[in-house]
């Protein structure tokens, strides 16, 4: 189950990555990188079964310590 996962991540990857450098945006590739590589990682981490913050618990303490709220 884990190379179907990393075989997807590739495919898509690979789609997307060529046409970015192409049109040379490369703050919007850093960004995408990063947030790829968070998804790959939490995927792979909740196929491993291993338990898993929901990133809505970070993002409310992370307001809550600058005081602000949603």
Request: glycine share 0%; aromatic share 14%; charged share 15%.
């Amino acid at each position: 189950m884990m190379l179907f996962i990393l075989f997807i991540f590739i495919v898509i990857f690979l789609i997307d990555f060529p046409r970015l450098i192409k049109k040379k945006q490369f703050k919007i590739l850093a960004i995408y990188c990063c947030f790829y590589s968070l998804a790959l990682v939490l995927s792979i981490l909740i196929l491993l079964d291993i338990p898993v913050t929901s990133p809505m618990v970070l993002i409310d303490s992370l307001l809550k310590s600058i005081n602000l709220s949603y």
